[in-house]
Every structure is written in C-alpha cells, then in structure tokens.
C-alpha cells in the first residue's frame, strides 16, 4: 500500500488513521509514504495525475486501486479494516454523515479562512475583507454546531471514537493558524485536548514533521507554508503542466 501526501490537515487524516488502526491490532501491510512536496508542485505531475486527477493530496493506492479524497480513504480503510472507528452495520449512519459534514464544510471553510487570513498577502485588505468575514463565520457557526453535538458524549459521534472524529480534528486543531476563535466553545476545546492525547494521534501529527514541531510550528516552517500556500490558493494548474 502506498500513501502519498504531505504534512497537511487532509494528509494528517490519513496518517492518524493508519496509526490508530495499529492501536486497535490491526496488522496493516507495509505502507509505503511518499512526501509529496506540494510548493515545487509534485502534485502537478503525470504520475501524481494518474492517481488522482483531482491533483491534491492525500492519495491512497492499493494494488490496482488508487483512492482521492481524505474522507474517501477514511472510509475506504475503515471498511477494508472493520474496528470500532467504523462501525459496518446500522450504526454507519451515526458516522458518516459526520465524515461528509467535515468534507463538505469544515474543510473548506477553515481552509478559505486560512488562505486569506495567512495565504494572500498580495491582495488588498479591502479585497479581502468580504470572503474573510464569510469564511470566518461560517467557521464559528460549524464550531457552534460541533459544540452542541460533543454534548451528547466524548467524541463526535457518542461513546466511540471514530473516523469522524479524525476527519475533523486536523482542521479543528489549527484554529490559532486559521484565527478562528473556538475559546468560547469549552466542550470542543477539551475534545481537542482529548484526541491529542491518544497515541495514534500523536504519532499520525508526526508524519513529516520534525518532533519538537507538532504542536507549534518553528518561525522558518510558518514562512514557509505562507510561501508555499500562497502560490497554491493561487494555482489553477490542472493539465499536468508543471
Ligand atoms: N477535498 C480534498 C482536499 C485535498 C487538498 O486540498 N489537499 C491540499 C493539501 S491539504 C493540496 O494538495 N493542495 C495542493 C494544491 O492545491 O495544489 C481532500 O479532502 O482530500
């Protein structure tokens, strides 16, 4: 199996995967990660294509198959690997509306919010102004939601840990990045606090990232995401054309 992605909210969902399902014994084949560097534009080459015509990370290629979409590959490895973080009968449809909900509006909003808020210095404030307002509320307001749900148990989907809750907490946790404020909200913020702490996470937050780095990044690597963000918000490249 071979995993190709980078150190990124979508490609940190994967790494957490493959690292709580070894929590739970599953014994996985050998994986295969391949850092895909995403500022020089590997994601634009005929080989990356040719797995995922969508030219993003993360990618998951089994044998012949080869699978796009962080909450696809989620799903994928939580059906090919039955534990707890998916369950297969009924008790699905507690987890993957949640799965689809971070695909659908989690990701985008926090990723616009931080593309404008960290990503697009050359654009004038004024310009900016609205989708900042726009993204940024509509962040807060999932927050909101994510808040009202944690009532009804520990993690996102009740008494188990799930996949819905490692599809969620790559973006969630990067709230000081995205200066979206979740202060306000004390059942997401303790829920950040308890999926940090299982070992699986910890060890999925590493990949591709030097150790003293997991929960704050060094001033070089904040520039150079700035760097390498604003040229990708900014990219419309899809022919392969490097
Ligand atoms: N919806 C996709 C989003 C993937 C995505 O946006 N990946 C980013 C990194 S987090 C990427 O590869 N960006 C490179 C680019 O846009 O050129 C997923 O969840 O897999």
């Known amino acids: 199996m071979q995993l190709w992605t980078a150190a990124t909210p979508n490609g940190w969902k994967i790494s957490i995967m493959l690292e709580e399902l070894i929590e739970l014994g599953v014994t996985l084949p050998d994986v295969t990660v391949r850092t895909i560097d995403l500022q020089r534009g590997e994601q634009f ?9 969508n030219q993003k990370i993360p990618v998951l290629i089994d044998a012949e198959r080869s699978v796009m979409e962080s909450c696809a590959i989620l799903q994928y ?30 990701g985008p909003n926090f990723g616009n919010k931080l593309s404008y808020t960290r990503y697009m210095d050359d654009i004038n404030p004024a310009a900016k102004a609205h989708p900042l307002t726009r993204f940024g509320t509509e962040a ?7 808040e009202q749900q944690l009532e009804r148990g520990p993690w ?14 790559p973006w969630i946790r ?42 704050q990044w060094s001033e070089e690597r904040k520039a150079r995401y700035r760097s390498s963000g604003s040229s990708i918000a900014a990219n419309p490249r899809s022919d392969g054309d490097t």
């Open 45 to 53: 080459a005929d080989d990356f294509t040719a797995h995922n015509p």
């Open 77 to 106: 490895l939580g059906e090919k690997y039955p534990t707890s973080l998916l369950p297969l009968d009924e008790g699905r449809w507690d987890v993957l509306p949640w799965v689809y909900w971070q695909a659908a509006n989690v």
């Open 140 to 146: 807060l307001r999932l927050v909101k939601v994510l």
């Open 156 to 169: 996102i989907c009740g008494e188990q840990f799930t996949i819905a809750d490692i599809a969620n907490y």
């Open 174 to 215: 990067g709230w000081k990045w995205s200066k979206v404020d979740i202060t306000p909200y004390p059942l997401v913020m303790d829920w950040i606090q308890r999926v940090r702490a299982r070992p699986g996470v910890e060890r999925g937050i590493g990949y591709g990232v030097p150790k003293g780095e997991i929960d």
